[in-house]
């Protein structure tokens, strides 16, 4: 078989390959067997036929369509193998020749994967991010436990503030007119919250139970209502109540109500480490993200929008799978955000795009440090997965099997080997911050 190339721009190829006429005749015999032994003809019986009887019952160009689905695939693999173009996507085909007498020629445009031209991965210096836990944040975790439990009481004769509920009944009116929907009896509105009209809650600041005011609003031009959007209402308003929240005492007391623990300081150190292994565990994430970045910032590579627009592809397929297992469906989501299909797509390009090339870097790196998926590694891998699904470790293996997703499995265990690769080599250079509170700690240490 002849292969020539022709470069379209950085990423389309076109091969045009060129099948010799004997195995075109070939490929037809084979063709008609084929199809005469899925015909029923009266009179035959099946796959015995004669060749101008099962030609004049199908016609010619459905035999040479077989002929074409004979010839064309594996050519185009031997093609891409010795031409070593990886592609990206479906090839566009086009048939230049296909006649019995003569060669069969075709055409297949493809994107192919782009080369990757690796910088420094090793040795990187990159910043460990430090854990600080402070004593604020300690402190608003309590008051967050204390908000929790807080009960909310009357106050008489108070003023309403930002942080208040305000217990109202209200009638909106447009033009003087009561809208639909706009009435409401005994709600608790609270003050700073901004859950209503913009400007609402503001001037019910300073008002006392059993006051009651106009209040002036203007609705946004993208409010829900088209009806109501961008016109100016008037709500009357009567405050029957104004409630503050009162918050528990912190004791020991308090603790045993809210915990397993007996004191606020036993309290306070469970606060403090589960923060700490919070911290922790967002540092480890933005240390591997930035090392991560680092060499994904010294690789040269130019992507093809094919391959990022077909990892949206998978996100958004992703996304319709986990709104699925929550019974809603995308349509009904991207309602609810205010979306289309465009702006959802658009929202997942840049995550889409910087995703295509951690894989290429680490597919370069695996291939340039010769990185070898071993047996084990693969069962270790489908173990984890059954753990993490819940299903038995053979019935895995069994799908996996039988979709043909080994190969996948291999490419990702191969990336994490890769990444790893990177991790091990890190220089960590630590965090400024860290290095000033230790100073500070010693400074303390030798003044007492």
Known sequence: MQVTTEKIDNHKVTMTMEVPQEEVKKAVEKAYHKLASQVNIPGFRKGKAPRKVLEARLGKEAIMDEVF?????PAYSQALQEQRIDPVGRPEVEVVNLKEDEPFVFKATVVAKP???????KGLEVTKPAVVVSEEEVDRSLESMRNRQAKMVVVEDAELSNGDFAIIDFIGYVDGVPFDGGEGKGHPLEIGSGSFIPGFEEQLIGAKSGDERD???????????ADLAGKE?????????????ELPVLDDEFVKDVSDFTTVD???ADIRANLEKAAEQKAEREYYNSVLQTALDNMTVDIPAVMVEERVNHMIEDLDANLQSRGMKLDKYMEYAKMDIATLRSSYREAALNNVKTDMLLEAIAKEEDIQVKPEDIETELAAMAQSYQTPLEEIRKVMMQSSRIATLVNSIARKKASQLIMD???VKENEM????SQEAEVQEKAE
Do not use: C, M
Request: proline share 2%; no cysteine; charged share 30%.
């Open 69 to 73: 689905e004979i010839l064309a695939t």
């Open 115 to 121: 080369e990757v031209v690796l910088g420094q991965y």
């Open 266 to 268: 036993e309290l306070k």
């Open 215 to 225: 209040v002036n609003v203007t609705f946004p031009t993208e409010y829900h209502a």
């Open 434 to 437: 860290k290095e000033t509170e």
């Open 425 to 427: 080599s890190v220089v």
């Open 233 to 245: 209402a008037v709500f009357k308003v009567k405050v029957n109540d104004v409630k503050r929240k």
